[in-house]
T-cell receptor
Framework: GAVVSQHPSWVICKSGTSVKIECRSLDFQATTMFWYRQFPKQSLMLMATSNEGSKATYEQGVEKDKFLINHASLTLSTLTVTSAHPEDSSFYIC??????????????FGEGSRLTVL | GNSVTQMEGPVTLSEEAFLTINCTYTATGYPSLFWYVQYPGEGLQLLLKATKADDKGSNKGFEATYRKETTSFHLEKGSVQVSDSAVYFCALSASWQGAQKLVFGQGTRLTINP
């Protein structure tokens, strides 16, 4: 199946700094990418949807100025957590789909990135 | 709205036992239904799916049938293996804000003991 890769897989940062997480589709063109946040023992919460070349669409309650999402190419999306605080510590997961999956809903997931803010 | 409710875990079984993980959903329209699996240290991957009522999805010995009358999509396997230990997520595909998106259940952690 299609491969999605995230980097870094884990990151520790100081409070107040910004952290960037990359999500790449390695063998297909990702027309749409999604960013999820997963709390311990909880489900994946959709944060935002991004289409290549367009501004991301954020879900209700997600601060767009804190979680900056860029989807500048068909193989790369980035999530930047700005001025991170301990409550931003979480597991962030990206997923992607190409044209073929646009009507089926199927997604391909990255391995996730664990952020710890001290 | 759209939501998915899964059987709470964790679930612990012995090898070769029969597995059922319950999943029910609430949705407007006719969503597609999915089971995703997350093995330790890996990303979620699609296990099986069903796109319309009465469809049965199957893969790696796992099965789930799309039951519209009971709004359910329970995951079953007749004889589990240690390698099936993972977290299983039920999900539905719904459309809002002009895009097809996935809504996940809370996940069920499955541990199979030898």
């Amino acid at each position: 199946g299609a491969v999605v890769s995230q980097h870094p897989s884990w990151v520790i940062c100081k409070s107040g700094t910004s952290v960037k997480i990359e999500c790449r589709s390695l063998d297909f063109q990702a027309t749409t990418m999604f960013w999820y946040r997963q709390f311990p023992k909880q489900s994946l919460m959709l944060m935002a949807t991004s289409n290549e070349g367009s501004k991301a669409t954020y879900e209700q309650g997600v601060e767009k100025d804190k979680f900056l999402i860029n989807h500048a190419s068909l193989t790369l999306s980035t999530l930047t957590v700005t001025s991170a605080h301990p409550e931003d510590s979480s597991f962030y997961i990206c997923s992607a789909r190409g044209w073929e999956q646009s009507n089926t809903g199927e997604l391909f997931f990255g391995e996730g990135s664990r952020l710890t803010v001290l | 709205g759209n939501s998915v409710t899964q059987m709470e875990g964790p679930v612990t079984l012995s090898e070769e036992a029969f597995l059922t993980i319950n999943c029910t959903y609430t949705a407007t329209g006719y969503p597609s239904l999915f089971w995703y699996v997350q093995y330790p240290g890996e990303g979620l991957q699609l296990l099986l799916k069903a796109t319309k009522a009465d469809d049965k999805g199957s893969n790696k010995g796992f099965e789930a049938t799309y039951r519209k009358e009971t709004t359910s999509f329970h995951l079953e396997k007749g004889s589990v293996q240690v390698s099936d230990s993972a977290v299983y997520f039920c999900a539905l595909s719904a459309s809002w804000q002009g895009a097809q998106k996935l809504v996940f259940g809370q996940g069920t952690r499955l541990t199979i003991n030898p």
